[in-house]
């Protein structure tokens, strides 16, 4: 409890310019600083096992999904676009096939750092809408996320998620 007390009194609260992104596709910058937007979210769908009465007996593990989106300045999506099709894996796919890894780190003075990872990132959706004025262009790209780690720990553990200490 003092921490946090400590933390609201001497030092500031996360804000938008508290995110340093970072990224690991080639040719792309490895930290992402001109963003305008990141969303990230995960769920658990669950089944439930019902008797006769009205009430919830058990439920079943579920099934995890998890899914992304940000907005990025043309040029930057452009670079990452480019560095995604050359990604070697799966041998020529396009860049929409290539998966790769976000990692959202939060900090501020006085504040603990939190690192979160969006593993196995797929674009799943470009967006991209222009008009007339002085703003830049900006990109507004989906995600397909395979798993969202906070703070390196997993919403779910089963058989597929691997621990790393």
């Keep these: 409890m003092t921490a946090i007390l400590n933390t609201l009194i001497n030092g500031h609260a996360y804000d938008f310019s508290s995110i340093k992104l970072t990224t690991a596709v080639p040719g792309a910058p490895p930290l992402i600083e001109r963003f305008t937007a990141l969303n990230y979210e995960h769920s658990v769908s669950v089944g439930e096992l019902r008797g006769r009465g009205s009430k919830v007996l058990a439920t079943t593990r579920g099934e995890y999904n998890a899914n992304a989106s940000m907005t990025l300045y043309l040029?930057?999506?452009?670079?990452?676009?480019?560095?995604?099709?050359?990604?070697?894996?799966?041998?020529?796919?396009?860049?929409?096939?290539?998966?790769?890894?976000?990692?959202?780190?939060?900090?501020?003075?006085?504040?603990?750092?939190?690192?979160?990872?969006?593993?196995?990132?797929?674009?799943?959706?470009?967006?991209?809408?222009?008009?007339?004025?002085?703003?830049?262009?900006?990109?507004?790209?989906?995600?397909?996320?395979?798993?969202?780690?906070?703070?390196?720990?997993?919403?779910?553990?089963?058989?597929?998620?691997?621990?790393?200490?």
């Excluded at 939190?114 to 002085?134: A, F, N």
């Design 75 to 165: 040029e930057d999506w452009q670079l990452m676009r480019s560095g995604l099709f050359a990604m070697p894996f799966p041998p020529g796919g396009g860049f929409m096939e290539k998966r790769f890894q976000i990692v959202a780190a939060y900090a501020e003075f006085g504040s603990s750092i939190v690192t979160d990872v969006l593993r196995g990132g797929r674009v799943i959706k470009v967006g991209k809408g222009y008009s007339r004025g002085t703003d830049p262009l900006m990109v507004d790209i989906d995600l397909h996320v395979m798993e969202v780690l906070e703070d390196a720990q997993p919403a779910v553990i089963d058989g597929s998620t691997v621990l790393s200490l």
